[in-house]
């Protein structure tokens, strides 16, 4: 019943998502192995010395430096024949991937995983996070992706084998063109401890900087509510909920924001809530566990002049 991580690199360092999918597996099985698709084999290390994993099964092809999805859910599927479990940290690379390993195993995905109860039983959220399911399966094969803010980070300290695979490259029909990353000194949005979070009430883009001074001045993630997004203040990386990133930091400061579910479901798990809003009976402010219930403007203002 041994289990595989897929391996997700920022870089060249292993991502905090890989880090928990590695916390889940080890749950499942006592034999992890993890997987590196990569176009350099420098960079299993980092995965190689996470505390837990047994063999680092590399990859290495100059057209894995922007994993295409059609040659990579090819590859991981073969390798699966040695698995039982392929656990990877929910995230846009997992979820472009494993549907189509589910598809070519020809068994049902598992998204979202936030508990696991046993080998074959999980609970993961419905309904934008309003309802938590326990989900059995009698898949043979059980790929599954996890929550990386339900599940430890799994830590360095270990040093496990390496193992380089050659098989032959699939065709694809699909050829990589560019990639256009958004590039931040800001923590990570979803592996942040501080996001500051803006939303409609800020009106517009240029009020929207009042947001990104606060983060700076916090060190914390920007985050952002959907209406945010879709009127032009921030790009649709930075937008947290259901459709959006989920995260879970120590402080999650909502700015202008009302808590709709969607929104909810993105960060409802975050330590402590505090909420700059003029309306008491937005939701957002009724799960707060700080209201600061004044004009959104008189705040940041206050709080990006406050010396420390
Ligand atoms: C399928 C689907 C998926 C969705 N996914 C997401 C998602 O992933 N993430 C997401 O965020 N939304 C999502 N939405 C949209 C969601 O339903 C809400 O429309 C959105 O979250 C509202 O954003 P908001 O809170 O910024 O705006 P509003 O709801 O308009 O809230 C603005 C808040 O600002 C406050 N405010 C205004 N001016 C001031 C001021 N001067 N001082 C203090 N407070 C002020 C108001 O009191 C209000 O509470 C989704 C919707 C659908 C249908």
Redesign the pocket.
């Known amino acids: 019943m041994s289990a595989l991580i897929l391996i997700e690199l920022n870089g060249s360092e292993v991502s905090a998502n890989s880090r928990a999918a590695l916390t889940a597996a080890l749950q499942l099985s006592d034999s992890v192995d993890a997987l590196v698709l990569t176009n350099d084999s420098a960079n299993a290390s980092s995965a190689a010395s996470m505390s837990g994993i047994n063999t680092v099964k590399t990859i290495v092809d100059d057209s894995l430096e922007h994993a295409n999805v059609e040659v990579a859910s090819k590859l991981i599927a073969d390798v699966m024949s040695d698995y039982k479990f392929l656990v990877s940290g929910s995230s846009t690379y997992s979820k472009n991937i494993l549907p189509r390993v589910g598809a070519l195993l020809d068994v049902q995905p598992i998204s979202d995983v936030c508990e696991i109860k046993s080998s074959n039983t999980f609970v993961r959220p419905l309904y934008?996070g309003n309802v938590m399911a326990t989900v059995e399966t009698s898949d043979d094969t059980i790929v599954m992706t996890v929550r990386a803010t339900a599940f430890e980070h799994a830590e360095d300290g270990g040093s496990a084998a390496l193992e380089a695979l050659s098989p032959a490259m699939p065709e694809s029909n699909s050829t990589f063109i560019s990639l256009q990353e958004s590039q931040s000194e800001r923590p990570e949005l979803t592996t942040a401890e501080r996001i500051v979070s803006?939303?409609?009430?800020l009106?517009s883009k240029d009020n929207f900087a009042m947001i990104e001074q606060l983060a700076d001045k916090l060190d914390a993630a920007v985050g952002?509510?959907?209406?945010?997004?879709d009127a032009g203040f921030i790009s649709n990386d930075y937008?947290?909920?259901?459709?959006?990133k989920v995260v879970a930091p120590k402080l999650y400061l909502a700015?202008?924001?009302?808590?709709?579910?969607?929104?909810l479901?993105?960060m409802k798990d975050s330590q402590v809530i505090v909420v700059?809003?003029?309306?008491p009976d937005?939701p957002?402010s009724r799960m707060a566990d700080i209201v600061w219930q004044?004009?959104?403007?008189d705040?940041l203002n206050e709080l990006n002049a406050y010396q420390v």
């Not at 700015?255 to 929104?263: E, F, L, P, R």
């Not at 004044?294 to 403007?297: E, M, P, Q, S, T």
């Open positions: 934008a803006g939303g409609r009430g009106g952002a509510s959907r209406a945010a997004v937008q947290v909920g259901q459709t959006g700015v202008g924001i009302s808590g709709a579910i969607q929104h479901a993105g700059i809003n003029n309306d937005a957002m004044v004009d959104l403007f705040a």
